[in-house]
């Protein structure tokens, strides 16, 4: 019999790779060996989405970089032929950021300075990789800059009124006067880039990258409008510099993503827009490595109704009902009820809560209770009964 693991992570508690290396040794246990698992560790095109890569082939690599608040950072990407696979937060992500505490809240020490440079130098190490696709995973990012940081790592200089540079950040954009793009990386005309990213939003106004996600990086109300004018001088002075695309990609969905990078992605390096999820499928190989699988098991930490908006679980269901391969899903907790799961496709859900009801538990246990919800599941098929023969009560945690 030939499964299928293809999982998200479990936030703050296991990497999709250790989820699914956990619900292998469960299956195999509980079927006595004889089973045949393929793992396909998946994400939704951020955090994750460099496991993801490796673990169907990619190569990893490491560069130096600068971190969002200056410091050099060890940053990984992923290599395979002409193709790489730049998980963003690995250089410029909030996780990067020394962290105060503000009502309550972790939040950024500095959200108006942080920078997206270090980004734009890890597509320089991917084009001396030999890289000329790029698929550009954000999410989870310290900066709202508009991705000014990210066109200074691939040379742009920019310049305030008396030519001086301007310090990193989105606040310094303020005082933006003009663009050098003199040096500008020229491997970039034939490299061809995919902004892996499920955020619709715009770069300004209410919806835009400053008023949505700024505070989540600790900005501040009065931080938010600085922001947010400091994007649109952005705009009006790149548009002077490659003209009108420069406004029209301002509007576009997508360009408020991870502080704006979206923005500089569309405008300036011409990527195209796709789902996080159908662009990790698409290069882990997901629909092909389907092919004769008895059942598929996805998942992630928390499978709620958010999870029915196009998150990793959802796009791997629908490549396995595609295929007729029947999906059953693994998460710590889940709010969805049968006719809910069934609807989404799951034959089943298998929660960690069913088995432990203390959720710090389940966060601090998760390798060995996965196990056993996998020995569960080989059960299930060892007395050929639907792959997913959990009680009803499992799915109502």
């Given amino acids: 019999m030939r499964i299928v693991i293809a999982p998200d992570k479990f936030k703050g508690s296991l990497s999709a790779p250790e989820v699914c290396s956990h619900l292998d040794k469960g299956l195999q246990r509980g079927a006595g060996g004889n089973l045949e698992v393929v793992r396909i560790p998946v994400a939704d095109g951020g955090e994750g989405t460099l496991d993801a890569a490796v673990g ?17 950072v060890e940053a990984d990407f992923a290599v395979r032929g002409h193709e790489a696979v730049i998980e963003m937060a690995t250089a410029s992500g909030l996780a990067l950021v020394p962290n105060v505490r503000k009502g309550g809240r972790p939040v950024s020490a500095d959200a108006s300075a942080a ?41 742009a200089r920019f310049l305030d009124s008396r030519n001086n540079e301007l310090p990193p950040g989105g606040a310094a954009l303020a005082n933006l006067h003009s663009i050098d793009f003199t040096d500008f990386e020229p491997r970039l005309v034939d490299t061809r880039f995919v902004l892996a990213s499920d955020v619709d939003n715009p770069l300004l106004g209410a919806q835009g990258a400053a008023a949505v996600f700024g505070p989540q990086k ?15 001088r952005f705009v009006e002075v790149l548009a002077r510099e490659i003209g009108f695309r420069a406004v029209k990609a301002a509007e576009a969905p997508g360009a408020g993503a991870a502080g704006g990078v979206g923005y500089a992605a569309i405008a300036v390096l011409a990527a195209t827009r796709r789902p996080g999820i159908d662009v990790v499928l698409e290069f882990t190989g997901l629909a092909d490595r389907l092919a004769g699988a008895d059942l598929v098991i996805t998942g992630e930490g928390s499978l709620d109704e958010q999870s029915l908006l196009g998150k990793t679980p959802m796009g791997v269901a629908r490549a396995a009902a595609a295929q007729g391969v029947p999906v059953v899903a693994v998460c710590g907790r889940t709010t969805l009820g049968p006719e809910r799961a069934a609807a989404a496709g799951f034959e089943d859900i298998y929660a960690l809560t069913a ?14 209770l996965l196990e056993q919800l996998g020995t569960q599941i080989s059960a299930g098929l060892a007395a050929n009964r639907p792959a997913a023969a959990s009680t009803k009560e499992d799915l109502r945690v």
């Fill in 56 to 72: 169907s082939g990619f190569t990893r690599r490491t560069a130096t970089v600068t971190g969002p608040t200056g410091q050099p």
């Fill in 355 to 368: 088995l432990e009801s203390d959720v710090n538990r389940c966060i601090a246990e998760a390798g060995p």
């Fill in 115 to 155: 920078t997206s440079i270090g980004t734009g130098q890890l597509i320089r190490a991917a084009l001396d990789a030999g890289c000329r696709r790029i698929v550009l995973g954000v999410g989870g990012s310290a900066n709202t800059d508009g991705g000014a940081g990210l066109l200074q790592g691939l040379g």
């Fill in 218 to 232: 600790g900005a501040t109300q009065q931080d938010v409008g600085m922001l947010d004018a400091a994007l649109a």
